[in-house]
C-alpha cells in the first residue's frame, strides 16, 4: 500500500468557525482530540462522535470536557453508538 501522511486538525486551517464536526476514527478517539485540543477550545460548532464501548465515550466525556464540551445526556444515535457534545 501507499504510505499515507497523518495530519492534526489544529495544523489544518479550514476548521476555525466549524459548526459542526462528526467525528469516526476507530478507536482513535484520544489521538484526534489531543491533535485538536486549540481547535476544539476556540470553536463552539457541534461534534458527534462514535465511542463503541462505555469505557471509550467516558474518555471522550473527559478530553472533550478538558475543551469546553459536554455530552448530551440520553442522545445516542446509530448502530456504533455516536454521541453529541455541545459547548
Known sequence: ???VEIVTIDS????????M??????HF???????ARRT????????YIEAESMEE???????????GYKRVEGLILNHTPTYLYKK
Open 12 to 19: 489544518m486551517e479550514c476548521f476555525d468557525g466549524y459548526d
Open 57 to 67: 465515550r467516558d474518555e471522550v466525556d473527559q478530553l472533550l470536557g478538558e475543551c
Open 21 to 26: 464536526i462528526k467525528i469516526d476514527v476507530e
Open 29 to 35: 478517539n484520544r489521538e484526534l482530540i489531543n491533535g
Open 1 to 3: 500500500g501507499d504510505d
Open 40 to 47: 476544539f477550545t476556540k470553536g463552539t460548532g457541534d461534534i
